[in-house]
């Protein structure tokens, strides 16, 4: 994964799990465990969002909040808001 840059953004790989790249930032940017961190499956599903920039490539984003955090997914990105 590519480091973020300064508008809160990283980037990831399309060979990439979308729900890995996430707990990958998360972790970074939390500075705790994925172990610590809330079930990412209780903000949510998990395997939808690792298909959904291949079943459906219409989709542009996804917008979420986990972790006290608002996350914006695109097919190459994640930015995280807090």
Known sequence: MEPRDAAGTW???RDERVSDALLRVLTDVADRPVTELPPLQESIDVDS???AFTLS???ESLTFEYAGYEIVVEPTQIQLRE
């Open 49 to 51: 969002i690792d298909q």
């Open 11 to 13: 980037q990831y790989g």
């Open 57 to 59: 490539p219409e989709i």
